[in-house]
């Protein structure tokens, strides 16, 4: 008993789908592994290709700048916000605990960008890049803590991070000065002077080379023609003999 052949467009679209993939079936195995591996080595590309696009754009100056500027932004904001919410408290601890909490926020970001003005001046800082993440850090906890006693309805005087504060407000002062000193310490920029005196001089002497040889040349100017000489009074009174 033979089976009829599908008449509906299932079928038929089954059949058709059979026939189009049949020529995979038809190839070769050693095209199969070679069509493979094509693929397989397009995708590493692919992958490679787009990781170090992502590392470039990770490692580029403008994504560090917008991402420096995004932080700073939000540094900015919060410390407006604290500005805001220590002249709106009554004077007392928490309020005092407001404006140290925003005080310790600007000394973090005068060192920071002391040291950063430092390095960019070739100033010689010994321990102190090493020793900032730390100082970054306590002035972070210092901070935590100051904005949790200003939120409290009820400080306690044993909970109380204003010392520690002053402390620490005193040591990034210290350190400030210290690294303000170091980059007066560097060098005057005399070489960078005197290269530029140098190659302002050599650019005018090419200049005025160039016009030299560019120019028209002149033509020399003739001698005027010389005029007569007059007749003298001797010559003026001769006159030819009478007959």
Request: aromatic share 2%.
């Amino acid at each position: 008993m033979t089976t009829p052949l599908p008449t509906s467009p299932a079928g038929a679209l089954d059949v058709r789908a059979d026939d189009e993939l049949s020529w995979l079936l038809s190839l070769d195995s050693t095209v199969l592994a070679v069509l493979g591996g094509v693929l397989v080595t397009f995708l590493l590309v692919a992958l490679l290709a787009g990781w170090l696009v992502v590392r470039r754009v990770r490692r580029s100056p403008l994504v560090a700048r917008s991402r420096e500027l995004a932080s700073r932004g939000r540094e900015l904001g919060a410390q407006g916000a604290t500005a805001v919410a220590a002249r709106r408290l009554p004077p007392g601890r928490r309020r005092t605990a407001a404006e140290l909490q925003l005080e310790v926020a600007r000394a973090r970001d005068r060192l920071r960008r002391q040291v950063a003005a430092a390095q960019a001046a070739g100033a010689h800082l010994g321990e102190v890049p090493d020793l900032l993440p730390s100082l970054e850090a306590e002035g972070g906890r210092l901070e935590q803590r100051l904005r949790q006693r200003a939120l409290a309805p009820e400080p306690m005087d044993r909970d109380d991070p204003g010392p520690e504060a002053r402390a620490y407000l005193d040591t990034v002062a210290d350190v400030c000065d210290a690294v303000l000193q170091a980059e007066r310490a560097v060098a005057p920029t005399s070489r960078t002077t005197a290269d530029v005196a140098d190659a302002v001089t050599a650019l005018r002497a090419h200049t005025a080379a160039y016009q030299e040889l560019t120019a028209p040349p002149v033509t020399p100017l003739l001698p005027p023609p010389s005029a007569a000489p007059p007749p003298s009074s001797a010559s003026a009174d001769v006159r030819p003999p009478s007959r």
